[in-house]
């Protein structure tokens, strides 16, 4: 059974640029959540997806977006990049949306510079 | 403001040394209780879910416990392998929604 997949798995942009990330989450898992992970903050949420809506939303600013396809898979994009959004982003699925004994991806190390 | 502590930060055991690890959490209405292992690069990998005050759960050398203030992961006669952080979160109803609060984890290390 194929785990939840990040792509990619590191990136380094230029403050001011925008990035995507993609997540695909296990086969028959419909929620897809998005986490920040740094040394100073720890774990915060991002977002919550389930069948393609937003349903929780966490305190991030609105360069922080994400959305849902149809095939459950998720994309994050961060316009505007600021050296403080360097961080490990964190993919993780469940079956249903609130239930969270997540099952999360590797990650995604983003450096800004 | 809900509140997930974990301590201690760091915690050093030569294998086959017990401890425990805790996570304290002050939220109304708690609907679950997470733990998750965390190893270097990889993404939090999940444990246990707890739902009541005394409930426990084990799963190999790991046992997690839960009080109405408190959740505590048992460590017993740990090996170099049990070596990560982990994490625990909270679910409880804040403004309608149910999104966990991670704590900031307890980064275990054992020795051989």
């Known amino acids: 059974k194929a785990g939840v997949t990040q792509t990619p798995r590191y990136l380094i942009k230029t403050r001011g640029q925008q990035v995507t990330l993609s997540c695909s989450p296990i086969?028959?898992?419909?929620?897809v959540s998005w986490y920040q992970q740094t040394p100073g903050q720890g774990l915060q949420f991002l977002f919550e997806?389930?069948?393609?809506?937003?349903?929780n939303k966490g305190n991030f600013p609105g360069r922080f977006s994400g959305r849902q396809f149809s095939n459950s898979r998720s994309e994050m994009n961060v316009s505007t990049l600021e050296l403080g959004d360097s961080a490990l982003y964190l993919c993780?699925?469940?079956?249903?949306?609130?239930?969270?004994?997540?099952?999360f991806g590797s990650g995604t190390r983003l450096t800004v510079v | 403001e809900d509140q997930v502590t974990q301590s201690p930060e760091a915690l050093r055991l030569q294998e086959g040394e017990s401890s425990s690890l805790n996570c304290s959490y002050t939220?109304?209405?708690?609907?679950?209780l997470f733990w998750y292992r965390q190893d270097p690069g990889k993404g939090p990998e999940f444990l246990f879910t707890?739902?009541?005050a005394g409930e426990e759960k084990e799963k190999e050398r790991l046992k997690a416990t839960l009080t109405k203030k408190e959740s505590f992961l048992h460590i017993t006669a740990p090996k170099p392998e049990d070596s990560a952080t982990y994490l625990c979160?909270?679910?409880?109803?804040?403004?309608?929604?149910?999104?966990?609060?991670f704590g900031r984890g307890t980064s275990l290390i054992v020795h051989p």
């Open positions: 993780a699925s469940s079956l249903d949306i609130s239930n969270y004994g997540y099952t």
């Open positions: 939220v109304s209405g708690l609907r679950g």
């Open positions: 707890l739902y009541s």
């Open positions: 086969s028959g898992h419909r929620s």
């Open positions: 979160a909270v679910q409880a109803e804040s403004g309608g929604s149910y999104i966990p609060t």
């Open positions: 997806y389930f069948s393609e809506t937003q349903r």
